[in-house]
C-alpha cells in the first residue's frame, strides 16, 4: 500500500528565514510520481510540481526548490527567503504510474500536511 | 483559461437529506477525481471518472454515495440520507488525461446539521 508521511503537523518561522519542508513515502511500485500542493487559507489546492521516479534531479523554481532522493524515499520541499505569503498548509502526494497510457486512477494519496505559518 | 469550478460552495442540510455536489472540469480535460477533505481523515480519494465511466470507485465510503458524469464535463457527487460523519469539503480535481497533472477546485464545504 502507498503511504505518505509528513512529520512536520505545524512550523513557524519568521520572516526571510529559509524553512525545509519534509515528505517520506512508501510504495511498492518502481513507477510512480511525487507531488507537492500548497493550499492558502482561501482553500483551494494549488499544483507546485510533479517529479517522476526515475528523474531524481533536484528542481529548483525560483525561491522554490524540491530535493528528491529515492534512497531515503524523501521528496522535501525548501522554501528560500520566505515571506508571509508563503504561509499556507502543504501537502506532499504519491500516484502510481499507469501500466499502459490511460489505465488505472492514479489517485493520489496526500500526506497529513504541514501548516507553514511565516511571522512578519 | 477556466480552472476547475464547484458549486455551491458552501451546502448545509439537515441529517437525512440528499445532496447533490457539482463539479466542472477544465475544458478538454477527460478525466475527473473526486476528494474529500475532513479534519479526521485528511485528504482522501472518493472516485474517478475517465470520460463518463468510473473505472475506480474504491474510495467511495458507503453506499450512500454515487457520482456520475455526463457528456465527459459536468460530474455530480450525490450523497443520500447525509450523516454528521459526511460533513466536510469535497473537493474536484480534472486532468488532461489518466495520469497527468490533476488541478482542483475550489471545493465545496458540507455541513450536516
Known amino acids: 500500500a502507498q503511504k505518505v508521511t509528513q512529520a512536520q503537523t505545524e512550523i513557524s518561522v519568521v520572516e526571510k528565514e529559509d524553512v525545509t519542508l519534509d515528505c517520506v513515502y512508501e510504495?511498492?511500485?518502481?513507477?510512480?510520481?511525487l507531488f507537492w500542493y500548497k493550499q492558502p487559507p482561501s482553500g483551494e489546492l494549488v499544483f507546485l510540481i510533479r517529479r517522476n521516479s526515475f528523474d531524481e534531479q533536484n528542481e529548483i523554481s525560483g525561491r522554490y526548490s524540491w530535493n528528491f532522493q529515492k534512497s531515503t524515499s524523501s521528496f522535501n520541499f525548501t522554501i528560500t527567503a520566505s515571506q508571509v505569503v508563503d504561509s499556507a498548509v502543504y501537502f506532499c502526494a504519491l500516484s502510481e504510474a499507469p501500466e499502459w497510457w490511460g489505465q488505472g486512477a492514479q489517485k493520489l494519496v496526500f500526506g497529513q500536511g504541514t501548516r507553514l505559518t511565516i511571522n512578519p | 483559461g477556466a480552472g476547475v469550478s464547484q458549486s455551491p460552495s458552501n451546502k448545509v442540510t439537515e441529517k437525512g437529506k440528499d445532496v447533490e455536489l457539482r463539479c466542472d472540469p477544465i475544458?478538454?480535460?477527460?478525466?475527473l477525481y473526486w476528494y474529500r477533505q475532513s479534519l479526521g481523515q485528511g485528504l482522501e480519494f472518493l472516485i474517478y471518472f475517465q470520460g463518463n465511466s468510473a473505472p475506480d470507485k474504491s474510495g467511495l465510503p458507503s453506499d450512500r454515495f454515487s457520482a456520475e458524469r455526463t457528456g465527459g464535463s459536468v460530474s455530480t457527487l450525490t450523497i443520500q440520507r447525509t450523516q454528521q460523519e459526511d460533513s466536510a469539503v469535497y473537493l474536484c480535481a480534472s486532468s488532461l488525461v489518466s495520469g497527468d497533472t490533476q488541478y482542483f477546485g475550489p471545493g465545496t464545504r458540507l455541513t450536516v446539521l
Open positions: 475544458s478538454g480535460h477527460t478525466a
Open positions: 510504495t511498492r511500485d518502481t513507477t510512480y510520481y
